[in-house]
């Protein structure tokens, strides 16, 4: 009998148990991925070795019990926790936003992120917290900010996704410029300080900030697939959704709200980190397609190992020498996405 000829709820469950063993699948490459990055590094550290330690932490010595406690693991989870928020954020926004090229970036967050960071450190002296709280504080502040007055201006204009988009790219123009001014009235130790921050970085990972990322995104996770029907009848069109009983305007903003609150706070420890929000939902979408409830969590799981598979290469394309992550992503998130546009045909 061929597929066609199958009864129809038959194919819906074949369908179900296939997109089932692809998020099956993805979990495993995703947990090689992180094995593969605990074993990387310079240290010269064996996976062997690694695991033990962790089992065994009196094994180790006190230099190999830092490299693997303090460096290793923090960074390989923060690359799980970040990639992850990153690719749910952008599934969520390309529904709501119904625009392809959405991501976490579109409504401006990672630059008003970033001017956050920025004030942070050129007026740290003025202030009496430490760096490595004030900057993470000052980055969550203005990512969340800037949302806030996106949907602000997004509701007094009564414009849907196509307004705040619009009002997304405007601002981050003028977020960039104001980075752009801070660059140039800094010091040299805060310019340093602000370029380095700005190319994305997972050598501030630790394990109390990896714990913090993860809450947000477990509870913004169980949110958003609460949302999964809703955000699929959406995928039909704003007015198929209306009919079907889906207030489209208060499910645009408390996602957008969300994924702020997901973003800012990934975002806030780790500095501009691009691509992985745009390209993650698109290849879960050619592997599980719309059904947001499979969508969601695939969209998770390939954010999580892009950026996992990128905090390895940013260990061994030049030995000895860690790569800022965002430059890698950048370098190769865009390949990937213009062969991913090339092999749809007909448009992303």
Not at 37 to 58: E, K, R
Not at 123 to 149: D, K, R, Y
């Amino acid at each position: 009998m061929k597929p066609d000829d199958l009864p129809l709820a038959l194919r819906y469950r074949r369908h179900n148990r296939g997109r089932l063993a692809v998020l099956g699948g993805l979990a495993l490459l995703l947990a090689a991925s992180f094995l593969f990055d605990l074993s990387s590094g310079p240290a010269g550290l064996s996976l062997g070795s690694v695991l033990h330690g962790l089992w065994q932490p009196a094994s180790l010595d006190a230099a190999q019990r830092v490299i693997v406690f303090d460096v290793r693991l923090p960074y390989a989870l923060m690359a799980l926790v970040v990639g992850a928020a990153l690719g749910l954020g952008g599934a969520q926004m390309q529904t709501v936003l119904n625009n392809p090229l959405a991501s976490p970036f579109t409504l401006g967050l990672a630059a008003a992120a970033t001017l956050g960071a920025s004030l942070a450190i050129v007026f740290q002296h003025l202030q009496p917290l430490p760096a490595n709280l004030l900057v993470p504080l000052a980055a969550f502040a203005c990512a969340l900010g800037v949302t806030g007055l996106i949907l602000l201006l997004s509701r007094w204009h009564g414009g849907g996704g196509a307004t705040l988009v619009l009002f997304g790219i405007a601002l981050l123009f003028a977020l960039e410029a104001l980075v752009w001014l801070l660059q140039f009235l800094a010091e040299a130790n805060a310019l340093e300080q602000i370029v380095f921050w700005s190319m994305g970085s997972l050598a501030r990972a630790s394990l109390q900030h990896v714990g913090l990322i993860g809450v947000a995104l477990a509870l913004c996770f169980t949110l958003a697939m609460r949302r999964a029907w809703a955000l699929t009848l959406l995928r039909g069109g704003e007015t198929h959704a209306a009919s079907l009983g889906v207030n489209v305007a208060r499910l645009r903003a408390i996602t957008l709200v969300e994924v702020s609150l997901m973003t800012a706070a990934a975002l806030a420890f780790v500095g501009t980190i691009g691509f992985v929000g745009l390209v993650g939902p698109h290849i879960a979408r050619l592997l599980v397609g719309e059904q947001h409830r499979f969508l969601l969590p695939a969209s998770l799981l390939c954010g999580a190992l892009m950026l996992s598979l990128a905090s390895i290469a940013s260990k061994t394309i030049v030995p000895g020498l860690i790569i800022p992550i965002g430059i890698v992503t950048a370098l190769v998130g865009v390949p990937v996405f213009i062969a991913l546009i090339l092999s749809r045909k007909g448009g992303v």
